[in-house]
């Protein structure tokens, strides 16, 4: 389903990705582990297409999302769910109007079946009450939650999130890693997280991958990582 | 050598990305991809938004302009020309720039630090996320509304100016008020109106590329959208008040 082949990325002569390979199945949930720095956010943007890499192609559903021009990408995008690490919420819309707009852009539902879609993935990410807020008025959790149900609101093949857990509570984390196991698996899509919460991404993935200075050092289910002799994994996952 | 060049090279560089950028949002709007919602929102609250102080400024002016005038003209035994010298003068030249420079400071400034800030907090690449072309949602609405709006402003401004000057010619300098309403009338001709006009049509082009190309161009946080929306302001300021000089010629040498 995705397919991430020799990807290179740097900025400014510093070395970001190096030549990263990863094969995605379909349905599959990947976890992408890694230090606070060392490129999860730019893989997965790369990924989405929104950072062009130095080199290398992504393939998502057979697609090569890097040689696709931009109008190709939006509307490949309307199948993909992208979950920013702050939310990235619009700032001039409420918390209803910005869950809404995905489906206002992209289906032809009318108001009452919109507003019965808001309320209801509103239930599911815990947040009901809120939906005449805007984002400056929430927490950094509430605006990640909210982000969240954006990205989920249009049944989609492929989910990406930027760190779903980090900023929210023990109990909300593992609310939110359960969430995203079963919408992920209801609706059968393929799912990317990152995250450097090693028990929430252990309980929302089939599978993880390391990132290391540019590099996966380990690529496998939590035995396989749990049973690595690699020195850096072990204290990672300690 | 490299100290010449290489500025050169990413002027031209930046100009030409700059002109991409116009490509792009004007062909978004040829082809019809207008929100007409955020159309209206835009256009009311730029509109709504400079209107008060620009009021202020074109009846400061058309009074200041007859009460100097009234000095002026009086010398020569022809005060009788206020009523001309203040409606010319404020069609020709005055409401048009003035509407432009208070308009960039204002509605450009805005219009740069919104889209700055979203560029920023990456609600920009949210909507390319999203599916939708921030050009077509966020950019093409701004710069429409910019390039309607101001053209009406200008107008409202030549009107609120001629009334400064009625009052003070009416009741300083004790002209008839028919006498005066029938000189501005007259004094106005089409050409004069138009040249006006041309000149803001081409400025509202100008402060609305510039102020939504910088907003757009963001980058570096919260100092990035400082910069960029001072960016915005000040090339209006320079592209306004030089293209002023150039077409001021060039319509004065078609026409007159
Ligand atoms: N737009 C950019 N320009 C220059 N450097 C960048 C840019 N984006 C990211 N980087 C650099 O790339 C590296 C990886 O950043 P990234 O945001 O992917 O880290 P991360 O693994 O997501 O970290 P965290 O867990 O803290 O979110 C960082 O060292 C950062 O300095
Ligand atoms: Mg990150």
Known sequence: ????????????????????????????????????????????????GLLKPDGGKVEIDGVNMTKLPERKKLDLRKKIGYLFQEGALYDFMNVFENIAFPLKEHTKLSRGDIKEKVLNVLKVVDLEGVEAKYPTELSGGMKKRVGLARSIILDCKVLLCDEPTSGLDPIRSRDISDLIRDVSKKINCTTVITSHDIENAFRVSDRLALLREGKFVAIGTQQDLESSEDLFVKDFIR | MNVIIKPCINFIFSLGRAFCFLGEVLWCIISGRIRFGELLKQIYEQGLQSVVIIALTSLASGIVLALQGYVMMVRFGAKEYIAQLVALSLVRELSPVFTALIFSGKAGARIAAELGTMNVNDQMLATRTLGVDPIEFLVAPRMLAC?????????????????????????????????????????????????????????????????????????????GVGKYTTNAVAYSYILVIVFNTILTKVILTLWE
């Open chain 1, 1 to 48: 389903m995705i397919n991430v082949e020799n990807i290179k990325k740097s900025f400014s002569g510093q070395v970001i990705l190096d030549e990263i390979n990863l094969k995605i199945p379909s349905g599959e949930i990947l976890a992408i582990l890694g230090e606070s720095g060392t490129g999860k956010s730019v893989l997965l943007k790369t990924i989405m």
């Open chain 2, 147 to 223: 390039i309607l709006v101001l053209p009406l402003l200008t107008v409202f401004s030549e009107i609120v100016g001629i009334a400064g000057g009625y009052y003070i010619g009416v009741h300083e300098a004790n002209i008839p008020s028919s006498f005066y309403i029938n000189q501005t009338l007259k004094s106005i001709r089409f050409v004069d109106f138009f040249s006006g006009f041309a000149k803001i049509i081409f400025f509202s082009g100008i402060v609305g590329w510039v102020c939504c190309y910088q907003g757009y161009s963001t980058k570096g946080g919260s100092l």
